[in-house]
T-cell receptor
Framework: SQTIHQWPATLVQPVGSPLSLECTVEGTSNPNLYWYRQAAGRGLQLLFYSIGIGQISSEVPQNLSASRPQDRQFILSSKKLLLSDSGFYLC???????????FGSGTRLTVV | AQKITQTQPGMFVQEKEAVTLDCTYDTSDPSYGLFWYKQPSSGEMIFLIYQGSYDQQNATEGRYSLNFQKARKSANLVISASQLGDSAMYFCAMRAQKLVFGQGTRLTINP
């Protein structure tokens, strides 16, 4: 069966520090991968999505970047965090064919 | 452009009552999918139900049903016989080019 792993679960980082959040999918190949951010009490905002290795689409200009070095690995990064980067980050995957979207357990990032 | 609107920031319902969560959408794509997710306080996103734009019948999954009115561009979630464990945030989402979420409705079930 397919599983999605996301870590860490919580993270407290100082302003100006770098960030690296990792997401991996098991049990499938060539998944579509997504990074979403959720501000407190709000809906999910799509940040990046990827349909293949090295193929990244950015939805919102911001302080973040994404990379997909391997088929089932999706990384969210920042060189210098801002206070406004705080939030709940969710990784998700969907099959190339089919409608299901499966989410990871999320990372709660607090920038202080 | 895709847009999802959930107009109910919060709802309070007595246990065992039915509840309807509203969702309207807008897209120019003829092919799209509509989703409902539940997000408990733990933060995980739990898939509840899916409706395709070409599906003739309303989707049902156990106590969940989706009232799909294509002409009105609405996709309301109906939860029958609500339970205390149904208390959570509920998100409507639409996939045309990409999966876009509404702002959510916080549902509280009172005993």
């Amino acid at each position: 069966s397919q599983t999605i792993h996301q870590w860490p679960a919580t993270l407290v980082q100082p302003v100006g520090s770098p960030l690296s959040l990792e997401c991996t999918v098991e049990g499938t190949s060539n998944p579509n991968l997504y990074w979403y951010r959720q501000a407190a009490g709000r809906g999910l905002q799509l940040l990046f999505y990827s349909i293949g290795i090295g193929q990244i689409s950015s939805e919102v200009p911001q302080n973040l970047s994404a990379s997909r070095p391997q088929d089932r690995q999706f990384i969210l990064s920042s060189k210098k965090l801002l206070l406004s980067d705080s939030g709940f980050y969710l990784c998700a995957w969907s099959p190339v064919r089919g409608y299901g979207y499966t989410f990871g357990s999320g990372t709660r990032l607090t920038v202080v | 452009a895709q847009k999802i609107t959930q107009t109910q920031p919060g709802m309070f319902v007595q246990e065992k009552e039915a509840v309807t969560l509203d969702c309207t959408y807008d897209t120019s794509d003829p092919s799209y999918g509509l989703f409902w997710y539940k997000q408990p306080s733990s933060g995980e996103m739990i898939f509840l139900i899916y409706q395709g734009s070409y599906d003739q019948q309303n989707a049902t999954e156990g106590r969940y049903s989706l009232n799909f009115q294509k002409a009105r561009k609405s996709a309301n979630l109906v939860i029958s016989a609500s339970q205390l464990g149904d208390s959570a945030m509920y998100f409507c989402a639409m996939r045309a080019q990409k999966l876009v979420f509404g702002q959510g409705t916080r549902l509280t079930i009172n005993p």
